[in-house]
């Protein structure tokens, strides 16, 4: 059983930063997802377990950066630049996939979400 613990979520104006991480038994390819108020939650960004790849939803792309510390099993994204838009609950998921895939049903393992509010 793979246990995920998101941390860092919080409230921050436009245009600041926040660092959400997430702790996980073993080492998995790791997605972060995204729920706003009222809508599908939605990929964000992804890392693989091997060696590291990464992938971006096109709305977070030159903004949000994903990497993982192995040692410590704990992947991070770190959120630059931030929007009202991007306000949601943040989950962090694990999938034995090789790639850093952006399909949500093929992660299999998810953790509790943590909140993102970004005030105008």
């Known amino acids: 059983q793979v246990q995920l613990v998101e941390s860092g979520g919080g409230l921050v104006q436009t245009g600041g930063s926040l660092r959400l991480s997430c702790a996980a038994s073993?080492?998995?390819?790791m997605g972060w997802f995204r729920q706003a108020p009222g809508k599908e939650r939605e990929f964000v960004a992804a890392?693989?377990?091997?060696?590291?790849?990464?992938n971006y939803a096109a709305a977070v792309k030159g903004r949000f950066s994903i990497s993982r510390d192995n040692a410590k099993n704990t992947v991070y994204l770190q959120m630059n630049s931030l929007k009202p838009e991007d306000t949601a609950v943040y989950y962090c998921?694990?999938?034995?996939?090789?790639?850093?895939?952006?399909?949500?049903?093929?992660?299999?393992?998810w953790g509790q979400g943590t909140q993102v509010t970004v005030s105008s």
């Open positions: 890392v693989s377990g091997p060696i590291g790849s990464t």
């Open positions: 073993g080492r998995y390819t």
């Open positions: 998921a694990a999938t034995r996939a090789i790639l850093p895939i952006t399909t949500q049903r093929e992660y299999a393992y």
